[in-house]
């Protein structure tokens, strides 16, 4: 018997100020119904999640792609990953440059080379070899990446001490569940505003900023990248799930364990094996949407969920 398919997203945690509120509601709403047409005519799960992050990377409103945040030179670095469920293929990319879609370069790492994660200037070599589309920097910068930057400059604020405050955005990601039962998850991110030049972040990290295994089911994170790091985030979910917990409370669970051991805080969005989903967050905001049954649910705020019928 198929599968009900399920895709949920996210476009990161933190603040998320009130002039990007409304934006970054559409943002995730887009992806995924994005996401959930490619299930709902027979897709894969990798292809959804894929074309869902894809959609968020383009997307300004968000730290990813276009709009990712600037490290301390000024300048863009991108990290992403995409993990296949099936038979826990997975590729990953770090701090790589002038690349708008890092999700798909990260899928073609998966599926052309016999590694899993390529870094910095190897990254882009690989890239500029297989003529992977070039975007040139001053394209991903925002005004509000610019602006946020300056502040940080301005301010000799240190990395860590807007950290559990007020950060603007993080990072975005999907998990979704096919028709034939198989999980796939991808996250992509900018990282942190005056991360030092060469820093990398949970997102690229098995385990850290996403993991999917059909055996559990599949996770994406968004948060404080070390705090994230120190607890292997989404494995931590999947654990809990594996011994027995709903992934709501497993979200929960992992969570509330990242606070207490190493104060970090962060959200995430997690779909099991069965197409049970839950997106939780510890931050003030966390922008999400999930799509099941032709229905979108959508929130913002703690405790927020919204829906709409599609009409597909
Ligand atoms: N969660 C994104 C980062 O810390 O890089």
New binding site residues.
């Given amino acids: 018997m198929d599968t009900r398919p399920v895709i949920v997203v996210h476009g ?2 933190w603040a998320i100020p009130d002039d990007l509120a409304e934006r970054s509601k559409i943002g995730v709403k887009n992806a995924a119904t994005c996401g959930f047409s490619i299930l709902a005519n027979g897709g894969s799960s990798l292809q959804a999640v894929e074309a869902a992050v894809r959609i968020l990377e383009d997307d300004t409103a968000f ?1 990813a792609g276009h709009g990712a945040v600037l490290n301390a030179d000024g300048d863009v670095e991108l ?1 992403a990953i995409i993990m296949d469920g099936k038979n826990l293929a997975v590729g990953a990319v770090s701090c790589i440059k002038n690349i708008a879609n890092p999700v798909m370069f990260a899928r073609t790492v998966m599926e052309q080379t016999p590694h899993v994660m390529l870094t910095g200037t190897g990254a882009n070599k690989f890239a500029e070899k297989i003529k992977f589309e070039k975007t040139p920097t001053r394209e991903l910068v925002t005004e509000n990446a610019v602006k946020e930057w300056e502040q940080y400059q301005k301010y000799k604020q240190s990395v860590t001490s807007l950290f559990n405050t007020e950060r603007m955005h ?2 975005v990601g999907a998990v979704a569940i096919d028709s034939k039962g198989n999980t796939a998850c991808a996250t992509s ?4 505003t005056n ?1 030092m030049v060469g ?5 690229p990290i098995i385990g850290s ?1 996403a993991y999917a295994d059909n055996f559990t089911g599949a996770v994406s ?6 705090s ?1 790091m120190k607890v292997t985030l989404a494995r931590q979910v999947l654990f809990n799930m594996e011994k027995g917990e709903t992934p709501e409370r497993a979200a929960d669970q992992a969570l509330e364990y990242m606070k207490n051991k190493v104060h970090g805080r ?1 959200g995430l969005i997690v779909v099991s094996k069965s197409g049970e989903w839950a997106a939780r967050f510890t931050t003030k905001r966390m922008a999400w949407a999930s799509v099941e049954n032709r229905i979108l649910n959508y929130g913002l705020n703690p405790g927020e969920k919204f829906q709409e019928k599609l009409d597909l």
């Fill in positions: 990161g945690a730290d990290d993080d990072t991110t900018g990282g942190i991360k820093r990398v972040g949970d997102s900023g994170t968004t948060g404080h990248g070390e994230i962060g």
